[in-house]
Structures are given as C-alpha cells and as structure tokens.
C-alpha cells in the first residue's frame, strides 16, 4: 500500500481533511495503545492517554514544525499527556530513568552457565520448532516483555514489536546510542530466556 | 590481556550479539566475532536464538483499531475541524 508522505499527511491535517487524519489514526492508533499501557495501570486509562493524545495532535497540527518525523512527534505528545495522567495515578515510568548512568551490569547469560575459562558449561540447545510457532509461545513472549523493568520494556517494545529503528527509538526516549543499545540487549536476552526455559521445559 | 589478537570467550560473546547485529561492532571485533562463530556451536546457537526471538516478537504486532475506538476519535475530530 502506497502511504501518504508526512509533509502530505500533515498539509491536508492542516486542511481539516478527514481522511488525512483516519490515515493517522489507522497507522498509529494500536501501536500507542501499546506504548501508553507502558505508563498507566489499566488498558481503560491508557484508551483515554491515547484519545488526549490525538486531541493534542489536532491542536498542535499548525504548529508542528517537522524537526523531528511527524511519529516521533505523535509519540512525544502520548509520552508527556501519559506522564502526566501516571502522575495522577500514581504510576509512572520516572523519565529519570531515561537519564545516562551506570547502570550495574547484567549478564546477558547466567554466569553459571560457563566455564572458569568463559566458555560454554551448558550451551543454548536447538528449540523444537512445532512448539514455536504455537499461540503459546506467543504469549509466552509477550509476559516476558511485560515482566522487564521499564526502560528495557519500551525499548524492546518499540524496536522488536513496532520495528521502529535504533534512530527513532533514540530520539523518541532521548537514548544516547549506546543506552539504548544495552536496555535492547538485556531485553532481548530476558525474552530469549523465558523462550528457552518455556520450550525446554520438558525436554 | 594481548589487544588485538585478543580472542573472545562465549562468556564475552554473549554481550556482543546485539552490537553485532545492529552493525556496530568496529571491524575488529566484528572478525573476531565471526571467527569464534565459525569454530563455536553453542555461540552460534545463541545467535540464531536471539535471531527468532526477534522474529517471533515482531509477530505480537497488531496493527487495527477498533470501530468504536476510531469512531470516537473521529469524533473528536469533528469537533475540532469546526472550531
């Protein structure tokens, strides 16, 4: 399917023009669902997060300067309307912790798993693949998203589930290039994990 | 420790994957990592686990809205389009 251009979407935005904004909606509604249950408790308030966020939108649309893509703006906006609902729901993800620091070092890999010379003790064995491509496993993988702490959490949402790229990523959670390369890392690593002790499990 | 010809253990290689797969490895490590892949089943593997694990999480995306959620929204729209 041939999709609209941002500078088009955001020209007819402009305009008022109804199908420009159904486009938006239809493009962007189900991943911000996704990205604003990250900040608030219940699927309900996260629905409300996402139409203030469509709100602002509409408000903001003549004063979007396209600095950064118009969905790095869009993801902006839920960022902030939902920061401050969480607030007043008493949770949210403390942005603080989207700050540079050094964060203790995790092994992707349990340290029991290798030898004093660092190689493999117990090495990865092959997954059965019947057993992959069930439902379960699915949702298998999607509790073990919801258990990571919550920068790893919107990471890997944002680059294994929406596909977004390093660079978008980056920009929309302010990662330096490195951050958001680790929080992917160990992320991906605890997913493989729950795979791993979920296939095997009787083996 | 001998920079350079510096081999890299399992241990290590663990913590390289991603790095390696978004293409960020310097080219250095990135032979080195290529060459223990080469003599080294379980790294492989491993790499090839975190290879589906990526594959198999992308599947979790959906990608529709409800009727009521975008009538809603439309809604909304309209109010704003008469402002």
């Given at each position: 399917?041939?999709?609209?251009?941002?500078?088009?979407?955001?020209?007819?935005?402009?305009?008022?023009?109804?199908?420009?904004?159904?486009?938006?909606?239809?493009?962007?509604?189900?991943?911000?669902?996704?990205?604003?249950?990250?900040?608030?408790?219940?699927?309900?308030?996260?629905?409300?997060?996402?139409?203030?966020?469509?709100?602002?939108?509409?408000?903001?649309?003549?004063?979007?300067?396209?600095?950064?893509?118009?969905?790095?703006?869009?993801?902006?906006?839920?960022?902030?309307?939902?920061?401050?609902?969480?607030?007043?729901?008493?949770?949210?993800?403390?942005?603080?912790?989207?700050?540079?620091?050094?964060?203790?070092?995790?092994?992707?890999?349990?340290?029991?798993?290798?030898?004093?010379?660092?190689?493999?003790?117990?090495?990865?064995?092959?997954?059965?693949?019947?057993?992959?491509?069930?439902?379960?496993?699915?949702?298998?993988?999607?509790?073990?998203?919801?258990?990571?702490?919550?920068?790893?959490?919107?990471?890997?949402?944002?680059?294994?589930?929406?596909?977004?790229?390093?660079?978008?990523?980056?920009?929309?959670?302010?990662?330096?290039?490195?951050?958001?390369?680790?929080?992917?890392?160990?992320?991906?690593a605890k997913v493989r994990l729950a795979l791993?002790?979920?296939?095997?499990?009787?083996? | 420790?001998?920079?350079?010809?510096?081999?890299?253990?399992?241990?290590?290689?663990?913590?390289?994957?991603?790095?390696?797969?978004?293409?960020?490895?310097?080219?250095?490590?990135?032979?080195?990592?290529?060459?223990?892949?080469?003599?080294?089943?379980?790294?492989?593997?491993?790499?090839?686990?975190?290879?589906?694990?990526?594959?198999?999480?992308?599947?979790?995306?959906?990608?529709?809205?409800?009727?009521?959620?975008?009538?809603?929204?439309?809604?909304?729209?309209?109010?704003?389009?008469?402002?």
């Amino acid at each position: 399917m041939e999709h609209a251009t941002d500078e088009q979407l955001v020209e007819r935005l402009r305009a008022r023009d109804e199908a420009a904004f159904e486009e938006l909606v239809h493009r962007y509604n189900a991943p911000l669902l996704r990205f604003a249950r990250q900040f608030v408790p219940t699927a309900s308030l996260a629905e409300d997060v996402v139409a203030d966020t469509w709100l602002g939108v509409l408000r903001g649309i003549d004063r979007f300067e396209g600095r950064s893509s118009l969905k790095t703006w869009i993801f902006r906006i839920l960022a902030n309307t939902a920061k401050t609902r969480g607030q007043r729901e008493g949770r949210s993800v403390p942005f603080s912790a989207f700050e540079e620091g050094e964060a203790p070092f995790e092994p992707a890999v349990d340290r029991g798993r290798f030898l004093g010379s660092g190689s493999w003790g117990a090495p990865p064995r092959g997954w059965p693949e019947d057993r992959l491509l069930r439902d379960e496993t699915r949702a298998v993988i999607e509790q073990a998203i919801a258990d990571l702490p919550p920068t790893q959490r919107m990471v890997v949402s944002l680059r294994d589930v929406e596909g977004w790229s390093a660079d978008e990523v980056r920009n929309a959670l302010e990662l330096s290039e490195t951050n958001q390369r680790v929080l992917l890392h160990r992320g991906r690593a605890k997913v493989r994990l729950a795979l791993e002790e979920y296939l095997m499990e009787d083996t | 420790m001998s920079i350079g010809v510096a081999h890299l253990s399992c241990r290590e290689m663990v913590e390289l994957v991603t790095a390696y797969l978004e293409g960020a490895l310097p080219l250095g490590d990135r032979m080195r990592f290529e060459n223990h892949l080469t003599a080294c089943d379980g790294c492989t593997m491993y790499l090839e686990q975190m290879r589906r694990t990526i594959e198999l999480t992308g599947t979790l995306r959906v990608d529709d809205v409800s009727p009521e959620a975008l009538a809603k929204v439309m809604h909304a729209f309209r109010d704003w389009q008469v402002e």
